[in-house]
């Protein structure tokens, strides 16, 4: 079993920035990749970007591709969300979630934090 933490949302002006971070404990050496999640009020659960664990390879959403970056501190358990030009419409609640194989669907889920962007 793997534990998942969010933390680093907030309230943030559009244009603005936000680095999130998501610390796993628990089982994380069985871990293949991690996510980035959205759900945004009134929406569904929308795919953000993941990493590969051990090798670190990324992919984005096309909402996110050349505004946030994903990345991973294995010492630490920690995978980070760095948002940059925010925009309105990314206001959402952002959860991280953990991967076990590629043919398995995300089986850990943090609870999630807040990101709120102003116009």
């Known amino acids: 079993q793997v534990q998942l933490a969010e933390s680093g949302g907030g309230l943030v002006q559009a244009g603005g920035s936000l680095r999130l971070s998501c610390v796993a404990s628990?089982?994380?050496?069985?871990?293949?990749?991690m996510g980035w999640f959205r759900q945004a009020p009134g929406k569904g659960r929308e795919f953000v970007a993941r990493i590969n664990w051990n090798s670190g390879d990324p992919y984005y959403s096309d909402s996110a591709k050349g505004r946030f970056t994903i990345s991973r501190d294995n010492a630490k358990n920690t995978v980070y969300l760095q948002m940059n030009s925010l925009k309105p419409e990314d206001t959402a609640v952002y959860s991280c979630?953990?991967?076990?194989?590629?043919?398995?669907?995300?089986?850990?889920w943090g609870q999630g934090t807040q990101v709120t962007v102003s116009s």
């Open positions: 628990g089982r994380t050496f069985s871990s293949y990749a």
């Open positions: 979630a953990r991967k076990s194989a590629p043919s398995q669907a995300y089986d850990s």
